[in-house]
């Protein structure tokens, strides 16, 4: 089994910036592809941005310019810097981690709230 621990969510005013990290622990060993997901009120969870264990990327259009994701193998960790934050970028944010063995098979953090006032 992983692991995933997120942090670094919080209040911040439109326009604004924060960062999120999740450290994986368990079995390290099998994270493949690792990512953040967010779900805001009323709404199905949605793909913000992964990378794979080489450092590719892929951002949603929402978010692409404005977010970065970044991961530390070594660490074992994922961030994600959110920058000119908006209204519409309030949800919780989910880690992510793909199954190296099995590709269907995903871990999932317990999420930390975004909330950016207008």
């Known amino acids: 089994q992983v692991q995933l621990v997120e942090s670094g969510g919080g209040l911040v005013q439109a326009g604004g910036s924060l960062r999120l990290s999740c450290i994986a622990s368990?079995?390290?060993?099998?994270?493949?592809?690792m990512g953040w997901y967010r779900q805001a009120p009323g709404k199905q969870r949605e793909l913000v941005a992964t990378i794979t264990k080489g450092g590719s990327t892929n951002y949603a259009g929402s978010v692409k310019g404005r977010f970065t994701i970044s991961r530390d193998n070594a660490k074992s960790t994922v961030s994600l810097q959110m920058n000119s934050l908006k209204p519409e970028d309030t949800a919780v944010y989910y880690c992510?981690?793909?199954?190296?063995?099995?590709?269907?098979?995903?871990?999932w953090g317990q999420g930390t709230q975004v909330t950016v006032s207008s």
């Open positions: 992510n981690a793909a199954d190296l063995w099995y590709s269907d098979s995903f871990y």
């Open positions: 368990g079995n390290i060993f099998r994270i493949n592809d």
